[in-house]
């Protein structure tokens, strides 16, 4: 089953990379590392029940629609700025999403992982705060996605991502 659902993943994300306009290095590169981020979080996803993974990839499916949507809109005036900025959000967002599956369903617990739940609401929060000019620095909140990405699986499988 885990190997199924990578494969969804995959097949996910390829759907955004090979859209009906040909995607730039950059975008394809921004997407592969998303790619390697679900995969070392979902590496233990058969622990998670049919019902949470269908609300998970139907959410997953829903921000790769709309990010597919901008990144139409923007590369008919690429600028690598833009991109950067349009892509940091969105791809953060679906990783975050991801992580709060990993930290409600943690194999071998019986409770969510409410520290973590707790990080990734914050980060939730100053994603949209951003948008609005109010939030965190992106440094700042890189260094609250990388205590997310250290802790969740310690908590979980005994080991980090990296």
């Known amino acids: ?11 996910a994300l390829a759907r955004v990379t090979s859209g009906p306009r040909p995607r730039g290095a950059g975008i394809r590169i921004a997407l592969d590392t ?25 959410a ?11 990144l139409t809109r923007v590369t008919e005036h690429p600028d690598p700025e833009d991109l950067d900025e349009l892509l940091y959000p969105h791809l953060t967002r ?11 369903h943690i194999a071998g617990t019986s409770e969510p992982d409410s520290v973590s739940l707790d990080l990734i609401a914050y980060a939730h929060r100053q994603l949209d ?34």
């Open 60 to 70: 997953l499916d829903a921000g790769l629609d709309e990010l597919d949507s901008e």
């Open 1 to 11: 089953m885990r190997d199924e659902r990578l494969s969804e993943v995959d097949d």
């Open 129 to 162: 705060s951003q948008h609005s000019g109010t939030g965190l620095p992106r440094g700042d909140l890189e260094r609250i996605m990388d205590a997310i990405r250290d802790s969740i699986p310690h908590a979980g499988t005994g080991h980090g991502p990296r």
């Open 34 to 58: 998303l790619r390697v981020r679900l995969h070392v979080i979902h590496e233990r996803c058969a622990s998670i029940d049919a019902k949470r993974w269908s609300e998970y990839r139907a």
């Open 94 to 104: 679906l990783e975050l999403d991801a992580w709060r599956v990993r930290a409600t």
